[in-house]
């Protein structure tokens, strides 16, 4: 009876032993220290969003080329017997002045021989028309005379004869011309291929011209800096109108200015780039078209482009450094709480960013980098605490 108590009595006392110790041991652990300090904020600097109205503007850019851009191909055939001395590359040329001179002896003989066939053509009208006058008077007792005895095909004959003979002196005297290459427009030398004293054949080409009355400047854009310009695709101004361009070079060892005129936009898409590109003119590159220092427009310089686009009558400014990727923004609340906003950005550049939704005028945007911002955490603004 005592073995099977004590069997009993025993695993118990051990079972209340151990859970007295543990409740000593808890009792004898001190308190944890508590940490009254609050969250540390996140420090930024700010900057306040401004009110924007003005002229939107497009910064691209594009080579000077000619609109027109010519071969000299010769209509006739001959020995080159004058060369101009403007006729070199880099020559200027004035309209309707003579580049070359093909000798013309044969085409003025062939003027000469084409004057006489239409005099004799022209005779030959005047006798028929005197024989079929014979001929009515003769036949005007006669029933139903045919056509023949009235000499009315010999006249019809003599008639177009006289319409060829003329024709041949019209050919005979453009041919003369042809002798003489000239340019309808002022314009200057690219190239040139003949000189005097060789043969050319009709078909030559004598060298390559260009128009210096007006040069054109093709720039690429992209989607946005279309919506700063306004114009839909397949722009065309009208006459005399256009958005004003400002274009800028170094040359020479100083910067260069030219004003010109966005004239048109392209139809469609370049597929490759994914641009559209704009078409502005520049009048007169060489002349008053010139910069302020008198540096021509040359074809084949690289232009910067300044556009004015439209108006912007209600927008914000903000820095740049506050537009983050996917056009968001982080604006400071009243009680330096991040809010996470995504804005409608219309343009932007190295030193701003224009905005026309998703701000108010006086708030205060991030300029500086935050680590996992997050909606709705604390930060301290360093730049309205003077940091």
């Given at each position: 009876?005592?073995?099977?108590?004590?069997?009993?009595?025993?695993?118990?006392?051990?079972?209340?032993?151990?859970?007295?110790?543990?409740?000593?041991?808890?009792?004898?652990?001190?308190?944890?220290?508590?940490?009254?300090?609050?969250?540390?904020?996140?420090?930024?600097?700010?900057?306040?969003?401004?009110?924007?109205?003005?002229?939107?503007?497009?910064?691209?850019?594009?080579?000077v080329?000619?609109?027109?851009?010519?071969?000299?191909?010769?209509?006739?055939?001959?020995?080159?017997?004058?060369?101009?001395?403007?006729?070199?590359?880099?020559?200027?040329?004035?309209p309707?002045?003579?580049?070359?001179?093909?000798?013309?002896?044969?085409?003025?003989?062939?003027?000469?021989?084409?004057?006489?066939?239409?005099?004799?053509?022209?005779?030959?009208v005047?006798?028929?028309?005197?024989?079929?006058?014979?001929?009515?008077?003769?036949?005007?007792?006669t029933?139903?005379?045919?056509?023949?005895?009235?000499?009315?095909p010999?006249?019809?004959?003599?008639?177009?004869?006289?319409?060829?003979?003329?024709?041949?002196?019209?050919?005979?005297?453009?041919?003369?011309?042809?002798?003489?290459?000239?340019?309808?427009?002022?314009?200057?030398v690219?190239?040139?291929?003949?000189?005097?004293?060789?043969?050319?054949?009709?078909?030559?080409?004598?060298?390559?011209?260009?128009?210096?009355?007006?040069?054109e400047?093709?720039?690429?854009l992209?989607?946005?800096?279309?919506?700063?310009?306004?114009?839909?695709?397949?722009?065309?101004?009208?006459?005399?109108?256009?958005?004003?361009?400002?274009?800028?070079?170094?040359?020479?060892?100083?910067?260069?200015?030219?004003?010109?005129?966005?004239?048109?936009?392209?139809?469609?898409?370049?597929?490759?780039?994914?641009?559209?590109?704009?078409?502005?003119?520049?009048?007169?590159?060489?002349?008053?078209?010139?910069?302020?220092?008198?540096?021509?427009?040359?074809?084949?310089?690289?232009?910067?482009?300044?556009?004015?686009?439209?108006?912007?009558?209600?927008?914000?400014?903000?820095?740049?450094?506050?537009?983050?990727?996917?056009?968001?923004?982080?604006?400071?609340?009243?009680?330096?709480?991040?809010?996470?906003?995504?804005?409608?950005?219309?343009?932007?550049?190295?030193?701003?960013?224009?905005?026309?939704?998703?701000?108010?005028?006086?708030?205060?945007?991030?300029?500086?980098?935050?680590?996992?911002?997050?909606?709705?955490?604390?930060?301290?603004?360093?730049?309205?605490?003077?940091?």
């Open positions: 009876m005592a073995n099977r108590l004590v069997k009993v009595v025993a695993p118990l006392v051990v079972i209340a032993a151990s859970a007295g110790a543990y409740a000593l041991l808890q009792a004898s652990r001190p308190e944890p220290e508590k940490n009254d300090e609050p969250l540390r904020a996140a420090a930024v600097y700010t900057s306040p969003v401004m009110r924007e109205q003005g002229t939107l503007e497009v910064v691209t850019q594009g080579e080329r000619s609109r027109t851009a010519i071969d000299l191909v010769s209509q006739v055939g001959g020995r080159v017997i004058s060369v101009s001395p403007e006729f070199v590359e880099g020559g200027l040329i004035e309707g002045v003579t580049l070359l001179q093909i000798d013309d002896t044969d085409y003025r003989l062939a003027l000469s021989e084409a004057r006489a066939r239409l005099a004799d053509a022209e005779l030959a005047q006798q028929a028309l005197a024989d079929q006058d014979v001929a009515h008077k003769q036949l005007r007792n029933t139903n005379p045919s056509d023949l005895a009235l000499k009315k010999q006249v019809q004959q003599a008639i177009a004869m006289r319409e060829a003979a003329e024709a041949g002196l019209e050919r005979a005297g453009l041919d003369l011309e042809r002798t003489r290459i000239t340019l309808p427009f002022a314009g200057r690219a190239s040139t291929r003949v000189d005097i004293g060789q043969f050319i054949s009709p078909g030559t080409v004598m060298g390559r011209v260009f128009s210096t009355e007006v040069v400047i093709r720039l690429p992209n989607n946005q800096q279309l919506a700063s310009l306004g114009l839909p695709i397949g722009y065309t101004a009208p006459a005399g109108g256009g958005l004003p361009v400002r274009f800028t070079a170094d040359v020479a060892g100083k910067k260069q200015v030219w004003t010109g005129t966005l004239k048109r936009l392209d139809a469609s898409v370049d597929t490759d780039t994914r641009m559209l590109y704009a078409i502005a003119e520049v009048a007169d590159p060489y002349g008053t078209g010139a910069s302020q220092h008198g540096m021509p427009m040359a074809v084949g310089l690289f232009v910067e482009a300044r556009i004015s686009g439209r108006e912007l009558l209600e927008g914000m400014s903000i820095p740049s450094s506050a537009l983050r990727a996917g056009n968001v923004v982080y604006v400071i609340s009243s009680e330096n709480l991040l809010e996470i906003r995504d804005v409608d950005v219309v343009q932007s550049n190295a030193d701003k960013a224009f905005v026309s939704a998703g701000l108010t005028p006086g708030e205060q945007v991030v300029t500086s980098a935050i680590r996992n911002p997050i909606q709705g955490m604390a930060v301290r603004n360093l730049t309205q605490a003077g940091g």
